[in-house]
T-cell receptor, first 116, second 113 residues
Framework: EAQVTQNPRYLITVTGKKLTVTCSQN?????MSWYRQDPGLGLRQIYY???????DKGDVPEGYKVSRKEKRNFPLILESPSPNQTSLYFC???????????????FGPGTRLTVL | DQQVKQNSPSLSVQEGRISILNCDYT??????FLWYKKYPAEGPTFLIS?????DKNEDGRFTVFLNKSAKHLSLHIVPSQPGDSAVYFC????????????FGKGTSLLVTP
């Protein structure tokens, strides 16, 4: 089954304790992204990756790191989490439009993070 | 600065009637528009899209209309069903980026029996 998986689905942590949220896709997609969803703000892009070893900042990158060492994985790293990073996080993947004929992104189920 | 705006946070419609969800955008470079549907505790799922070279795209009960001059698009659901109750996000991209979608804040649709 084609899917994007994220782990963990729920996480409660404390300020300053480094954490990683994993994301994996089995569709051989070139593009991957991380979004956060906050009440009243919709979905905002944190980072994206166009391919292995190619990453760039989205709209709200502060406090986050990413890496893309393999095509299927795109982990999100919070080196020193703070309470304002409490949010619902989504990973997404897609193919270039010239390959897929569409801009459709496929989303994971989400990770609800609480930073105390 | 929000480039994609959904000004109605919520909408309530009776089953069988038409649901109309609206979306406005400010960036004239946007050339591809999508609607996503999101249920609680799930990720957004793609619903329907439209390219800027078209003004209408239809898929079953769902139709998206694009008015480029007004920088406005709308999603029509006819007839509405209780299972359509979800949050609907409008999204747009520029230059066939495929990786950078600009999302609206979402509209929560409730379809009542």
């Amino acid at each position: 089954e084609a899917q994007v998986t994220q782990n963990p689905r729920y996480l409660i942590t404390v300020t300053g304790k480094k954490l990683t949220v994993t994301c994996s896709q089995n569709m051989n997609h070139e593009y991957m992204s991380w979004y956060r969803q906050d009440p009243g703000l919709g979905l905002r892009q944190i980072y994206y990756s166009m391919n292995v070893e190619v990453t760039d900042k989205g709209d709200v990158p502060e406090g986050y790191k990413v890496s893309r060492k393999e095509k299927r994985n795109f982990p999100l790293i919070l080196e020193s989490p703070s309470p304002n990073q409490t949010s619902l996080y989504f990973c997404a993947s897609s193919r270039p439009v010239w390959l897929a004929g569409t801009d459709t992104q496929y989303f994971g189920p989400g990770t609800r993070l609480t930073v105390l | 600065d929000q480039q994609v705006k959904q000004n109605s946070p919520s909408l309530s419609v009776q089953e069988g009637r038409i649901s109309i969800l609206n979306c406005d955008y400010t960036n004239s470079m946007f050339d591809y528009f999508l609607w996503y549907k999101k249920y609680p505790a799930e990720g957004p799922t793609f619903l329907i899209s439209i390219s800027s070279i078209k003004d209408k795209n239809e898929d079953g009960r769902f139709t998206v209309f694009l008015n480029k001059s007004a920088k406005h698009l709308s999603l029509h659901i006819v007839p509405s069903q209780p299972g359509d109750s979800a949050v609907y996000f409008c999204a747009a991209s520029a230059g066939n980026s495929g990786y950078a979608l600009n999302f609206g804040k979402g509209t929560s649709l409730l379809v009542t029996p």
